[in-house]
């Protein structure tokens, strides 16, 4: 008779089950936690497609400047208008250099150099930052969210101990229920924490490759105005 009562319970027992008999607190947790949970979701696959078409442009970008065309022909037209990273490095350079280096003006070589240098500089972090963007909240997602199901559970344990002492009844059956319940809130602490820290850490890879791809154009691109601002110095 009384492994046909816990069957019975068992067959009871189910997510919907356990948060609608969980206490007012637990609910809470959980709540939150399955708002962190699809809000960090949404955060993954819009920075997942954010960094699919930087990635595109940025390759675009780049075949365009190494194909042999001009400075300013390429500063004129789309490539230097199309608004990415790669761009907006190029265009915040060319745009101080056509202002630093007249064609009858006197060129101060070191001035013009350190100028382009912190332009270039200031628009890479600029742009990281932006790429960078709510990855702090993923982090903090997968690193809090494990500590707050926890408390639902630690909470929810002791409601049902407190239950256990009012009812003078230890049963398996009358435990096991407000144990689940307790348990579940851990349950989808980690359902919201794993993803949270697998995208991030993917993210920010591709943000740290993506990243040096940058810094790499920045000192190539350096490279380039210093040649040529030698050669019209000289």
């Known amino acids: 008779m009384e492994t046909s009562s816990l069957a019975h319970s068992a067959i009871h027992i189910s997510p919907w089950s356990l948060f609608s008999e969980a206490d007012i607190v637990v609910k809470l947790v959980i709540v939150g936690l399955l708002l962190a949970s699809f809000w960090s979701w949404a955060v993954i696959f819009s920075k997942l497609m954010r960094y699919g078409q930087v990635r595109a442009k940025a390759t675009g970008f780049e075949e365009s400047f190494w194909s042999g065309t001009s400075l300013d022909t390429l500063f ?66 997968g690193s809090v969210t494990p500590f707050i199901g926890l408390f ?12 256990i002492a009012a009812s003078q009844n230890a049963t398996l059956a009358v435990v096991a229920p407000g144990i689940a319940e307790a348990l579940f809130a851990t349950a989808i602490g980690l359902f ?43």
Not at 107 to 119: C, E, F, G, H, P
Not at 152 to 163: C, D, E, K, L, P
Request: glycine share 8%; charged share 25%; hydrophobic share 40%.
């Open 76 to 141: 004129d037209g789309p490539p230097g208008k199309a608004k990415h990273p790669f761009s907006a490095v190029f265009a915040a350079a060319m745009t101080e250099w056509r202002r630093s280096v007249q064609p009858n003006g006197r060129i101060d070589k070191a001035s013009v150099k350190q100028r382009l240098s912190t332009v270039m500089r200031v628009t890479f972090e600029r742009e990281m930052d932006g790429l960078e963007s709510q990855l702090n909240f993923l982090a903090t997602v």
């Open 152 to 163: 639902g559970t630690v909470w929810g344990i002791i409601r049902s101990f407190v239950g």
């Open 192 to 234: 919201a924490a794993i993803p949270a820290v697998i995208g991030y850490n993917k993210l920010q890879a591709d943000v740290s490759r993506f990243g040096n791809r940058l810094s790499t154009f920045c000192d190539e691109f350096s490279a380039i105005l210093s040649r040529q601002l030698d050669e019209r110095v000289t």
